[in-house]
């Protein structure tokens, strides 16, 4: 081989792929066609082609892509045997080489069938990228120039999908040297891009289920509404707590001070006008006591629900009291029944609700009519402390105009 010429060519080459390129074209480039020159030198090695033969093709290699920088993708392979013919006519090749070269490089057009076995060798060259192990990375470079350039726009699945029909049912490699060289690791890419491809219809499969089950369940306003329903009862609740152990607190302080404090005066002859307004106290006292214990008194119930119940979607699943004495197994299976069924979730929210309503109403009723009886009481009581002590002030006087007498 003339290795003046072809250093001349691959400068020759290099200057016009780096200086006049778009720099759109991420593939066809520069390093793509030093890939596809270094591939041709290791297929006529591994053939053991001529030396004239194997010239004609390493040339062809060099000038297959040079189009691209004049005229762009279209008719880019008439574009570069123009190119080639000029460079190598400059440098006096002889005409019947540069015709061979000219036609190698047309056998690097898509959908050619090549004829010759240097026809099998340049298009075997070309597509070794195949059996590289950058394979990945350097079809992702394919995508984003055919983005770039035509606007031709693949997603990540649909760019796999068309890079395994390639591989799969388009290409092949026509020589025996070229399969040794680059099968394997073309089948072990093939492999890759299946397993990348079950991967990623399991996550399309997982997003779709999780669409499917967001679109199944209760829409965002009703859960919204039966949050903040619920989310209000529980306060409710939680402040009838609060006022009834107020209640509660202040009643055994009053209870408290008139056990210490008046009890052990009502022995006193003089202070037994404070028996009954004490009583009245007391009693009022612990009467709001109770009721204010009756408020707080939460329910025990049965705890326990059948199967049948559940079929029957007569139990509500979200109320403690209604499974706190059933065993874990035949909770979980319950609740895995409610989740299929949207019906049946609705109507076990809505009676925890209605529910919680009726535990409400009882609350502040107990509280309405014990805060009434401790009012009441408090009222009587004062009321009574003062009619005493009035008539044992008048009787005092009545007794000691007696005795003056």
Known sequence: ?????????????????????????????????????????????????????????????????????????KDHEKESCAIAKAFLSEHQYPEIDIEAVCKLIMATKSGVEPETTS??????????????????????????????????????????AENLRLLNNSHRFYTACARELWQEQKDENVRSLIKKEKKAKKRAKKEQLKVQYKNES?????????????????????IADSKANILLSVNAIIISLALSSIFPKLDNP?????????????????????????ATRPNVTQGEFTKEDVTNKKVNLL????????????????????????????????????????????KYKILRLTYTIFIIGIVISVIAFGIAYNLYGNIRQISDLTSQM
């Open 119 to 160: 026809d099998k060798l340049i298009i075997d060259a070309d597509n070794s990228h195949f059996g590289h192990d950058s394979y990945i990375e350097i079809a992702e470079l394919l995508r984003k120039e055919l983005l770039l350039v035509d606007s031709k726009e693949f997603t990540i699945e649909e760019w796999r």
């Open 319 to 362: 109320f403690f009291g209604n499974f706190h004495q059933m065993k874990l197994e035949h909770y979980e299976w319950a609740v895995g029944e409610l989740v299929k069924d949207k019906d049946y979730l609705y109507t076990s929210l809505t009676r925890d609700l209605y529910y919680l309503g009726l535990v409400l109403h009882k």
């Open 1 to 73: 081989m003339n290795q003046t010429l072809l250093a001349n060519i691959a400068t020759h080459v290099t200057d016009l792929l780096t200086n006049k390129l778009d720099k759109n074209y991420l593939y066809h480039n520069l390093r793509h066609t030093q890939r596809v020159v270094k591939s041709t030198k290791e297929l006529v090695e591994k053939c053991e082609i001529n030396d004239k033969e194997s010239e004609r093709l390493v040339i062809a290699a060099w000038f297959h892509d040079t189009g691209y920088a004049t005229v762009g993708s």
């Open 218 to 238: 209760p829409e965002r306003g009703v859960q919204t509404m039966f949050r903040v329903a619920l989310k209000n009862h529980m306060e409710l609740s939680a």
């Open 270 to 294: 003089y202070n037994r006008y404070l028996v009954i307004p004490t009583g009245i106290f007391i009693l009022f006292s612990v009467i709001s006591m109770i009721l204010s214990v009756l």
